[in-house]
């Protein structure tokens, strides 16, 4: 039989789980690889004590394992884009192929890391980087290969879930239930990348280049994360049927691509507005399949290394017959991708979710309707609600219809500048996923 190996680069929480479920595994995957995987070195600066390495090859310095001329295949779990670029770029001049779970380094280099790779006719994969342990590369890339993406939506961030879930279900502060992420481990201890939104960028921009044959790109993607989320305004969401949830969104028009992360109400009786918690789950509506849905566990040790590992069977089943039976990483050949028009945030059309404090007084109400109705916007459903006694101000919140986002700014400017409003208008986007 064949004999594939692999170099694992980094032993923290993904590169554990690799490790653990391989040897665990290796019966079951040897068999689905039709060749023999062995783990031939590990490099890690210091051992990891949910791992016996008492029978492995181990080197302190990963470098060690890109440049191994007993490894095939370097599975980079370092995290990080300056190293783990270079540790990638060493491993493909070296002539290994690589699979890694890095989606900040294949939303940020990835078009240099395909384009090196392809020129040494090696294969770079990465499962992993999008949605932990759910495949959604493969089946966005070879599932529904037959398509026209229209549009994706998903939950793909576990920490900005897992708040959103608890302060929708327990009332909490968005402080305070991020505190309880850092010490469960989900969230790092700089949470920035994470209730930022810029994790979920990364993930977003990968899956719109496959979704739509399009280069890898940051450019132009909005984010926005969830940090100035006021519990309430997910308690007023529920009220009105809404669950609010950080969904990253890919959408393509006639105007361009939409691409955008922020929070965004959804219907609760949408599939995607009942993942809680860590999970991850993303929509995707194209034109032959309709809607599907993928869920699952999004982060995590073994689930993440079951991304990674499947990656590793691929590889080991065609890398002999490369490039006959190798799928590009972005579905089609990289002269094959087309860049096209991503949409200004201010020309995408949303519904709007929009909450003021207002003097309690008649024909506030009507000045700010005629405002709305000025700006070409209409009302889905407006609700007024008391505050403490002794209190002349309410807080009023209103749902629109769909409209383009400037038509909206243009209307908040108005509607703060109203002497009856105090202070500022705050806004969120709403969404309805086709009510699925
Ligand atoms: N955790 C998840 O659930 C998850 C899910 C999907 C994707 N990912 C991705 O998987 C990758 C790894 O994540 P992780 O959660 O496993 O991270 P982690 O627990 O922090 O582990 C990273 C490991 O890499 C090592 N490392 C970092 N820089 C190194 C260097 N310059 N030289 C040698 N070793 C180095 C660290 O060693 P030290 O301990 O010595 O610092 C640590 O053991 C990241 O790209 C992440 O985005 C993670």
Wanted: glycine share 8%; with cysteine; aromatic share 6%.
């Amino acid at each position: 039989m064949r004999r594939v190996k692999v170099g694992i680069c980094g032993l923290g929480t993904v590169g554990a789980g690799v490790f653990n479920v391989i040897s665990r595994n290796i019966d079951a995957i040897n068999a689905r690889a039709n060749c023999q995987i062995s783990i031939s070195q590990v490099g890690c600066r210091r051992d990891n004590i949910d791992c016996d390495l008492s029978k492995s090859n181990v080197s302190r310095d990963i470098f060690d394992v890109a440049k191994n001329p007993d490894v095939d295949i370097v599975v980079e779990l370092i995290g990080g884009t300056t190293v783990a670029f270079d540790l990638v770029m060493t491993a493909l001049n070296n002539g290994k192929h690589v699979v890694t779970a890095n989606k900040a380094l294949i939303a940020e280099h990835g078009m240099t890391i395909f384009a090196e790779a392809a020129s040494r006719g090696l294969i770079v994969s990465f499962e992993a980087a999008v949605a932990g342990g759910i495949p959604i590369i493969k089946a966005l890339r070879e599932g529904l290969a037959a398509n026209q993406v229209n549009w994706l939506a998903g939950i793909i961030n576990g920490t900005t879930n897992f708040i959103l879930s608890q302060m929708d279900s327990k009332g909490r502060e968005f402080s305070d239930v991020l505190a309880e992420a850092q010490a469960k481990g989900y969230a790092e201890a700089d949470p920035t990348f994470d209730v930022e939104g810029i994790d979920a960028s990364h993930k977003l921009a990968i899956l719109a280049s496959i979704a739509f044959s399009t280069p890898l790109s940051l450019d132009g993607l909005f984010t926005d994360g969830i940090s100035k989320l006021e519990p309430q305004d997910v308690t007023y969401a529920r009220e009105l049927g809404y669950a609010i949830k950080h969904l990253g969104i890919a959408r393509r028009s006639e105007e361009g691509i939409e691409l955008r992360v922020h929070p965004t109400l959804v219907p609760e009786s949408s599939l995607i507005a009942g993942v809680n918690d860590v999970s991850n789950a993303i929509m995707v509506n194209a034109d032959a399949v309709g809607t599907t849905l993928y869920y699952g566990p999004g982060a995590g040790s073994e689930p993440t290394a079951s991304a990674v590992i499947a990656d590793v069977i691929d590889i080991a089943r065609v890398m002999d017959s490369y490039p006959d039976s190798w799928v590009p990483p972005l579905g089609c050949d990289a002269a094959q991708l087309k860049q096209h028009k991503i949409m200004d945030i201010e020309d995408v059309e949303t519904g709007f979710y929009i909450r003021f404090s207002a003097l309690d007084k008649p024909g506030v109400l009507s000045d700010v309707t005629k405002i709305m109705s000025d700006a070409g916007i209409s009302i889905e459903a407006i609700i007024q609600r008391e505050q403490p006694a002794g209190e002349h101000y309410v807080n009023v919140i209103i749902l629109t219809n769909v409209t383009k986002e400037k038509f909206l700014d243009e209307a908040v400017v108005h509607i703060e500048n109203l002497t009856t409003v105090r202070g500022n208008v705050n806004f969120i986007r709403l969404e309805y996923l086709d009510q699925i």
